[in-house]
């Protein structure tokens, strides 16, 4: 048969036959709890096109998208140079994963990555996040001798057996271990404790996000200099997992940047990818990827099939290039600026409000006990039903009738998250704040938002 010809998979058709049935397909073929999650919630609107950072339902309504696919849309969905970046690939009949060749593209790519962050000199690419956090593990290991890998409360780096190991959230561990053994944990922000973790010089490497994805948690201005001083004196690798954090999403390439650190291991991902096609990539100093790689019949004692090809490698050449031309950082900077601002001035309006934190569009909005008698007592029940079931009584209402797409950011929070495309409009920072002021009113009087409260709290208590 020709390959070059024959049957086509009309995919846009597919999609136009079949989406009405997506959520039955699921409950059928797939995880039938997430169609039910996205139900009770009211989310099962049917998204059919995405642009930018807009997503549009079946009567094509337009809504803002504030969760990014979780990071990876932060120049936006369907950027035209990404797409074109990869149309030239697929047209080029490029020598793709010859294995026993070596990569132009991922030779380009890693140049580039790396040069964007000088302290380090070598690169590894992987498939997702998760692949950068195992690879991570294995260069520690082989680098120093040593079995140990330290990691902090509530931190999140990937569902893989490694990455697992190093999740800082019992509920994501209950139930699938034994894990990987020699594995501590260190409370975020303690440098005492991590002296004493690492004092007995049995930790390979402290693995760290620079701001953690969970409850948008930021460092203490001087966490992150210490780590490095700590890790140095005790001969642990320092591992900045940057893979929520990175390309740009802070108003900086890495987070890592804000307190001038330079970590032997930065792990990138999500963003890399320009929303199409999956990367990870762990950029290090030569020793420690010497030391894996460190004979010839080594070359290939670690790797995967897919990592390195040309379109991952091409994804990531044209989202560099366009985080770029775009001035992308500076506008995560200049949006998560005024954000910030603007949302930290409602706190003094509402009881309910606690805190606005965060850098660049890596933004999180908590909430908590309310002082008014009246308040607190709805506040108790929901906490009582599911701890963190408030934020919904936000992310809820925002989307039914803001059209904003949010996330309450982990299990049990009082946080909720923003990691919006790093492409938001002035516009766009309008829409947010207005909506954000309407709801959190209304979640401050009885009514429409508790009584939904009310019936949240009855799915708490059946579930
Ligand atoms: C900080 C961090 N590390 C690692 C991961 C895992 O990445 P992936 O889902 O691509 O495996 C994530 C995903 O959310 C993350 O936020």
Sequence with gaps: MDIFSGPNADIRALFETHEAARFDLHKRRLNEQMVRVLKTIGYDVGFCKGRGQYLYDRQEVRYLDLLSGFGVFALGRNHHAIRAALKNVLDADLPNLVQMDVSTLAGILADRLLALVPHLDKAFFANSGAEAVEAAIKFARAATGRA????????????????????????????????????????????????????????????????????????????????????????????????????????????????????????????LSGGHVPVGAVLMRKWVHDKMFNRMDRAVVHGSTFAKNDLAMAAGIATLEVLKAERVTENAARTGDRLLRELSALKGNYELLKDVRGKGLMIGIEFGTPRSLKLKASWNLLETASKGLFCQLITIPLFKDHKILTQVSGHASHTVKLIPPLIITDEDCDWIVRAFDQVIADSHRAGAVWSLGKTLVDHAMRA
């Design 148 to 271: 140990g890998i330290a990691y902090c409360s509530h931190a999140f780096h990937g569902l893989t057996y490694g990455a697992l190991s190093l999740n800082g959230d019992e509920v994501f561990r209950r139930g699938f271990e034994p894990l990987l053994p020699d594995c501590v944990c260190v409370p975020f922000n303690d440098l005492a404790a991590l002296d004493r973790a690492l004092s007995g010089r049995r930790i390979a490497a402290f693995v760290v996000e620079p701001i953690q994805g969970k409850g948008v948690t930021l460092p203490n201005e001087d966490y992150l200099k210490g780590v490095q001083d700590l890790c140095r004196r005790h001969e642990t690798l320092f591992i900045a997992d940057e893979i929520q954090t990175g390309i740009g999403r802070t108003g900086r390439f890495l987070a890592s940047e804000h307190w001038d650190v330079e970590p032997d291991m930065v792990l990138l991902a999500k963003a």
